[in-house]
Structure formats: structure tokens, C-alpha cells
């Protein structure tokens, strides 16, 4: 009887695949990569840790569209068309959910948040949450941001100065540096809490913050079997599963997401008694309660019982705020700095704005900081060029018909002007390939020049996107809601340490693909991840 069971599960399996497979039939006409393997497709290609290249030339070689083979077949689509895009992300994003192997991990590792929730639980969550990335909010943080920006700076120089001559550069890794710096950052400016890492205070949560991007990257491919696993049992029975298959990397996100997870719950529940003594206590917190956890706090006991957040989901909140600031920040401000080491001319130009700013007007307002044309090139350039996060996931919800804003070419040698995408198919935004398209921003597209930013943008330039008519913060309603507040913290940053400090190029380093890149050593595979610049007093 066992057996009959199973072989009806896996003749009912082979049905399914093979109706999925016939639905998806007219998509094999759309040029895609070679797969690596009949089993994970080209999955294993476009997630690798050096995955960043291969995404790079099959944007150059293919067309805007491009097909991905999945498991064992199943077609999904890589997608740059700057009209289709629009249509997926804005005009027709109903149409479209974040893919659900996305939504579930996200759940499962940081609990119930903006990354990890759909429907009518995002938009509830995202109404609250808001306010606190509002620009009058943000232009109260100028003082944080500034006063930890300056501490650490402080710090770097005394590790170049202290024992060194005069002109002499002391090689340091840079990434650790602006880990420690985006972690202080949003602890500060985004919880009201200090994580200590200006007095080198190490603690289970940012150890915890730190290792969840290369664990998580291990673990991708086997993602897509998400959605049929948290089907089996309960919560309770899939974790003593979990914790007793032998897998150590399974068994150290289970620890990271435990340890994030409790100091979460401890943040929330201090600022939640914070807030209940009133504001004269609030005033002797570490942000004096201008942090975006206690501006979300103070939103959500506002509005009626039935639309407020959970615990649950606050904690979940304050996990992916600390994650997603944390990662994406120190990334952007590596290839900021990686790429001013390489071009010693932009790093002075930007040194002399700098410095004549600061004699002219001493610290930084708000206004002043967005007033500065080569600094804003020199962050523009660097997001459209280099995205942190090269692509986003959807699945569609329903049979939809994308339009192309140039055809492409099939296999069959004709032309598509428009793609039907059957439903529950997933679809990747390519806003790496977005934002290098020739076709949009010259034959120059995959130079890094911010002097692009400096005169009128060519007429092509209308992309989706929340930021600068690039894809990197993603648009829509699932756009990156905290993108002016890491701008903000990028600018402020870059103030203190370029006007201090000269950066230039150490070790050749490469950049690994996992959910926010990374660089390593170059010719290491087991390099971990790291970016060693010379550094010296300015």
C-alpha cells in the first residue's frame, strides 16, 4: 500500500511537470544561456558566487528578455526591457507577487516583515512603517549619522597614524570597516540603540547580521524547495527535523536565526517601555527617540487595534531594518571607495568639493548635503553601475501579457513584440542589466564616469525606479522603502572620511554574487569575504 502511495505522489508529480511544461512551451522561442546541468538548469549559473559576470554577459550577448531554465525544465525569465519592467513592477503589479521562495525564506530567517509578507499584511505594514523614512524625519538624523561617521573616522585614522610616518599607508579591510560603520549606523539612526562596534564591542547579533548573507548563499539553490517543505508537519516538527538532519549549514542559520531573533525581541521591548514612561525618557535613549524604530512605534499605537503590528511583526521589522541597512550599505560604500582608489583624479575632485563645503559652511544640513553635484554623480554612478542587489523576484499571479518596449528576437529568427507569461512563473528583474543597457545610456554603459550625472542625461533615461532612472532600489509598491535613508547615510559617510583620508588600491579583489555582493580576494574560493585598500591620512 506504501509503495502503491508513492508511486501515485510521484505519477501525480510527473503529470504536473509535464502540464507545466506544455503551458510554458511558447517561451522556449525566447533566446536564454545554455544550462549548466538538466537538473538545476541555469539556476546554479546565475546564483553562483561568481555569478556576477555571467549575468553581465548574458545581458550584453542577449536580448532584454531572456529565458532561464529552473528545475528539471521549468522555464522562468530574466527581464531588462525598461516597458515590461514598468508594467511588472508598477502599471500591472497586481498581476505579480514577490516569488514565493523569496517571501518564505525571508519569513522563516527574519520573521514577518516588509521582505516577507504579500497583500493586504505588506500594504498594512508598509502604511505604518512609512512615516519613519519621511524627508522631514530623516533630516533629524543628520546629527547621528555624523557624530558615528566622525567617531569612526577618528578610529581609521588613528590605525594609519599611530606609529606610521608621515605620507605612509597602512592596508586595512575596508569592508570590515564599513560593516562595523553601516551596523553603528542603523543601530543608532534606525533602532535607538548603540551595538557598540566604534569601541570594537562584538556581540551574537551583529555576528549573527554579519553571517546571514554568506550562509543564505550556500543554502539558495536548495530555496526553491520552500514552498513544498513548510507544507510537511507542523513549525515544530519541521524545526526538530531541521535541527536533526546532519547539515551544519542548516544548523548555523538556525543559531543566527535564533540569536537575531531574541536581541530583536529585546530592542522592541525596550523601546516599546521607553516610549511608555513618556518623552522625558525617551530623550535619554541613544537617538533621544528620533530613531525610525521609535517614529514606527509611536505610528503604529495611532492607528485602531485591528490595523496595528504584532509584536511578531515588529520584531520581524526591526530584524530585516538592521539587515538590510547593515548589508546593502557596507557594500555600496566598498564599491564607492574601491572605485575612488581606482581613479585617484575623482577622489581628489571629490576631496576639493568636499573641503571647499565644509571651510564654507562647516557641518553639513541636510540641504547642504544634497547640494554637492560630484558627491551625488560619484553615489549615482556607482548605484547604477554596481547595484548591491543585481536582481528581483516575482511570480505571476495569473496569465499575463507583458508588452516589450523593443522586440526581441526568438529562435525561430522572428520578432516578439509582447511575451504571455502563464501563471505561477517567476520572473527576475534584471536591474543589473537595466541599468549597464547600452541602448539607454551609450556605448559607455559599463564605464564607471560619474561626469555622466553632471550634464543632461540622455533622453532614454526614463527606467523604473524609485531613484535616479535606475533600477537599484527597485519601484512600485515593493520598492526599497529605506533608499533616501541609505543615501542619506552613504553622503554623510563619504563627507567624513574622503575629506580625511585617501584610499587607494591594494590586493586585486572580485565581487560574489549572494543576496547583497560581496567582495573576496581574487584567485581565493575560500577567501572570505574582504576588501584590502591602502589607506592614509589626506
Not at 20 to 34: D, F, N, S
Not at 325 to 348: E, F, G, Y
Request: with cysteine; proline share 5%; aromatic share 8%.
Amino acid at each position: 500500500m506504501l509503495l502503491l502511495a508513492i508511486a501515485l505522489a510521484f505519477a501525480w508529480l510527473f503529470l504536473q511537470r509535464v502540464r507545466r511544461l506544455m503551458r510554458q512551451a511558447h517561451l522556449r522561442k525566447i533566446p536564454g544561456p545554455t544550462p549548466a546541468s538538466f537538473i538545476s538548469g541555469n539556476l546554479g549559473q546565475l546564483f553562483h558566487p561568481s555569478a556576477e559576470q555571467f549575468q553581465i554577459d548574458i545581458s550584453v550577448k542577449l536580448e532584454r528578455v531572456i529565458q532561464i531554465k529552473g528545475f528539471l525544465g521549468d522555464i522562468q525569465l530574466l527581464v531588462s526591457d525598461t516597458r515590461a519592467v514598468q508594467h511588472i513592477l508598477v502599471k500591472d503589479q497586481h498581476d505579480y507577487d514577490d516569488a514565493l521562495v523569496f517571501v518564505q525564506s525571508n519569513e522563516l530567517v527574519f520573521g514577518p516583515g516588509l521582505m516577507s509578507t504579500l497583500g493586504g499584511q505588506h500594504r498594512r505594514q508598509r502604511k505604518i512603517v512609512n512615516p519613519a523614512f519621511s524627508t522631514n524625519h530623516l533630516r533629524t538624523l543628520i546629527p547621528i549619522f555624523r557624530d558615528v561617521a566622525r567617531q569612526f573616522k577618528i578610529k581609521l585614522l588613528a590605525n594609519v597614524t599611530d606609529g606610521h610616518s608621515p605620507g605612509d599607508t597602512s592596508e586595512l579591510d575596508i569592508l570590515e570597516w564599513m560593516t562595523r560603520l553601516s551596523l553603528e549606523l542603523v543601530g543608532q539612526g534606525g533602532l535607538g540603540y548603540s551595538f557598540g562596534t566604534l569601541n570594537d564591542a562584538q556581540n551574537e547579533y551583529t555576528q549573527s547580521l554579519k553571517d546571514v548573507t554568506p550562509i543564505l548563499s550556500d543554502l539558495h539553490i536548495y530555496r526553491e524547495f520552500l514552498p513544498w517543505v513548510v507544507k510537511i508537519g507542523s513549525a515544530q516538527f519541521r524545526r526538530y527535523v531541521a535541527e536533526t538532519i546532519p547539515w551544519k549549514t542548516l544548523h548555523k542559520l538556525l543559531r543566527v536565526t535564533d540569536a537575531m531573533y531574541e536581541s530583536s525581541k529585546r530592542i522592541v521591548k525596550e523601546k516599546q517601555d521607553l516610549l511608555l514612561h513618556g518623552d522625558n525618557t525617551v530623550k535619554q535613549d541613544v537617538a533621544e527617540g528620533k530613531d525610525l524604530m521609535s517614529i514606527l512605534l509611536r505610528a503604529n499605537n495611532n492607528v485602531s487595534e485591528g490595523s496595528r503590528l504584532s509584536d511578531e511583526e515588529l520584531i520581524g521589522q526591526t530584524t530585516i531594518i538592521a539587515f538590510a541597512a547593515m548589508d546593502t550599505v557596507s557594500s555600496a560604500l566598498c564599491r564607492i571607495l574601491q572605485n575612488l582608489a581606482l581613479h585617484p583624479s575623482a577622489q581628489d575632485r571629490l576631496r576639493s568639493e568636499l573641503k571647499e563645503a565644509i571651510n564654507a559652511n562647516g557641518d553639513f544640513d541636510y540641504d547642504d548635503l544634497h547640494a554637492l553635484p560630484y558627491l551625488d554623480a560619484i553615489c549615482r554612478e556607482t548605484l547604477r553601475l554596481f547595484p548591491p542587489v543585481p536582481m528581483f523576484f516575482r511570480t505571476t499571479r495569473e496569465d499575463v501579457v507583458i508588452p516589450l518596449a523593443e522586440p526581441i528576437h526568438g529562435t525561430d529568427g522572428n520578432l516578439i513584440h509582447e511575451v504571455m507569461i502563464p501563471n505561477d512563473t517567476t520572473v527576475f528583474i534584471n536591474a543589473l542589466g537595466a541599468n549597464r543597457d547600452s541602448s539607454v545610456w551609450g556605448s559607455d554603459a559599463h564605464v564607471w564616469k560619474p561626469e555622466r550625472w553632471l550634464e543632461p542625461l540622455p533622453s532614454k533615461t526614463r527606467i523604473p525606479g524609485v531613484y535616479s532612472n535606475i533600477m537599484t532600489f527597485s519601484d512600485g509598491p515593493r520598492s526599497c522603502i529605506g533608499f533616501k535613508f541609505a543615501e542619506l547615510e552613504m553622503k554623510v559617510v563619504l563627507v567624513e572620511l574622503i575629506s580625511s583620508l585617501r584610499f587607494e588600491v591594494s590586493k586585486p579583489v572580485v565581487w560574489r554574487y549572494g543576496m547583497v555582493m560581496s567582495p573576496a580576494l581574487e584567485g581565493d574560493p575560500d577567501s572570505k569575504p574582504q576588501l584590502p585598500l591602502r589607506v592614509s591620512a589626506a
